[in-house]
Antibody, heavy 122, light 108 residues
């Protein structure tokens, strides 16, 4: 049974950094593109970025490029989202999701984690 | 940037049909995916590649895509279908995934 679990959320001060991770059971993450999506309270879904199955290609939303970085740890079967210079607008539930196909673009997200809440407070 | 527009809300009586539209410039040339999200839960994929259903999704859910509008149709609506629904595409001109604005489906 495929399961994705995010961790690392919490309360962080404006301007500080936070790293959230996505761990998997029932599948090997390095076989799939992995995607990060966030949802601010009461708002819709917002794609943040994606990483290819082998980590060689990454795509980021324009508004977070340069502040957010996605990386893989193949040995731990995890994917992480490093977030720097956090601001209030970054307050959201952060989801990782698995791409349905091996390619990271134009694919559907067929498994999602339960999400981890990041609150940026001044 | 590419924009996907959905109606904020759609309602339907039980056993009737609910249609959720997703408007975008020449969206018919793109591949559309649809997600269902219930309160406090993660999104669930209900339609991929415009009209394919993942295993476990009832046949009552169907999708189409043509011209400037993609449509998710829920036939024989049930109380359990109450949720927010989002469309999604990959915009190759910006290398971005784009989600629609979301539609809240209410069962009357």
């Amino acid at each position: 049974q495929v399961q994705l679990v995010e961790s690392g959320g919490g309360v962080v001060q404006t301007g500080r950094s936070l790293r959230v991770s996505c761990a998997a059971s029932g599948l090997t993450l390095s076989n799939y593109g992995i995607h990060w999506v966030r949802q601010a309270p009461g708002k819709g879904l917002e794609w943040l970025g994606s990483i290819s199955f082998d980590g060689s290609n990454k795509w980021y939303r324009e508004s977070v490029r340069g502040r957010f970085t996605i990386s893989r740890d193949k040995s731990k079967n995890t994917v992480s989202l490093q977030m720097n210079s956090l601001i209030g607008d970054d307050t959201a539930v952060y989801y990782c999701a698995k791409g349905r196909d091996s390619g990271p673009v134009a694919t559907a997200f067929d498994y999602w984690g339960h999400g981890t809440l990041v609150t940026v407070s001044s | 940037s590419y924009v996907l527009t959905q109606p904020p809300s759609v309602s339907a009586a039980p056993e009737k049909t609910a249609k959720i539209t997703c408007g975008g410039d020449n969206i018919g040339t793109k591949t559309v995916h649809w997600y269902q999200q219930k309160p406090g839960q993660a999104p669930v994929l209900v339609i991929y590649y415009n009209s394919d259903r993942p295993s476990g999704i009832p046949e009552r859910f169907s999708g189409s895509n043509s011209g400037n509008t993609a449509t998710l149709t829920i036939s024989r609506v049930e109380a359990g279908d109450e949720a927010d629904y989002y469309c999604q595409v990959w915009d190759s001109s910006s290398d971005h995934y784009v989600f629609g604005t979301g539609t809240k489906v209410t069962v009357l």
